[in-house]
């Protein structure tokens, strides 16, 4: 332990033992890493990730159960102002008009992603100004293209419906558009008798997490997704 002393262990072994092992482990990567080149280090990791990968995800809902409004007041009449200035419809397999100007609009999705998740049922909500959409956000209900698709169809089961992939082009956000467009996923999922809405959110991205709560949206599991050697794993916890 001397010799490595103030590289990855501590002074003595009563120190050490009070550390986790996964401390340890981790500063113990970290220095052999530190003896090996950018491209050797990267080889590893590569490697590493074809045998083991985790990840995890939280599952927010928002409940449906009565009818009152989900939103405060000043969030309500903000709303009422954004559908009096742009346009709301809908993108679905049998109502796909506004297709063209969507695709054009939407270049983080591969087209045949698109294609595929309309064809499965999938709808997106959109907000258009004029032509063009400005924001969107899509809906499973029968079909849910989640990463983990026991624990979807557990929650479909349940009574749920999952919004996912919500954008907002840049100039339109702080303009209460993504509110707007729950708020539509709202009015039809009342509209069929389900439960909640539930989103998987990344525990990094604080900037969807805090929009998600500003709306009302509570944790309720959290998705733990695990690779093993190619094959998947997923487990759920509260």
């Known amino acids: 332990i001397s010799y490595f002393?103030?590289?990855?262990?501590?002074?003595?072994?009563?120190?050490?033992?009070?550390?986790?092992?996964?401390?340890?482990?981790?500063?113990l990567n970290k220095f052999c890493l530190g003896?090996?080149?950018?491209?050797?280090?990267?080889?590893?990791?590569k490697g590493l990730d074809k045998v083991f990968k985790y990840e995890r995800i939280y599952l927010d809902q928002l409940s449906l159960k009565d009818n009152m409004e989900l939103f405060p007041p000043i969030l309500v009449k903000m709303q009422e102002r954004l559908r009096r200035r742009f346009q709301i419809e809908w993108l679905t397999k049998d109502s796909s008009d506004h297709l063209g100007s969507y695709?054009?609009?939407?270049?983080?999705?591969?087209?045949q992603k698109i294609i595929m998740w309309l064809n499965n049922g999938c709808a997106t909500v959109m907000a258009m100004d004029g032509g063009d959409v400005i924001g969107d956000c899509w809906l499973g209900i029968d079909f849910m293209p989640f990463?983990?698709?026991?624990?979807?169809?557990?929650?479909r089961k349940q009574g749920y419906a999952y919004t996912f992939k919500a954008y907002v082009i840049p100039r339109y956000r702080s303009l209460g558009i993504f509110?707007?467009?729950?708020?539509?996923q709202v009015k039809l999922l009342r509209m069929r008798g389900m439960k909640a809405l539930f989103a998987a959110v990344s525990p990094d991205n604080t900037v969807s997490r805090q929009s998600g709560m500003n709306m009302g949206f509570k944790r309720i599991?959290?998705?733990?997704?695990?690779?093993?050697m190619g094959r998947d794993y997923a487990k759920i916890t509260k």
Do not use: C
């Open 147 to 155: 990463p983990a698709q026991a624990v979807a169809g557990m929650l």
């Open 5 to 27: 002393k103030n590289k990855v262990f501590y002074r003595t072994p009563k120190e050490v033992l009070k550390k986790s092992w996964k401390m340890i482990i981790e500063k």
């Open 35 to 45: 003896l090996l080149s950018k491209t050797q280090q990267q080889g590893i990791k």
């Open 179 to 184: 509110p707007l467009l729950i708020d539509e």
């Open 103 to 111: 695709l054009s609009y939407r270049r983080d999705i591969p087209e």
């Open 221 to 228: 599991y959290t998705l733990h997704l695990f690779n093993i």
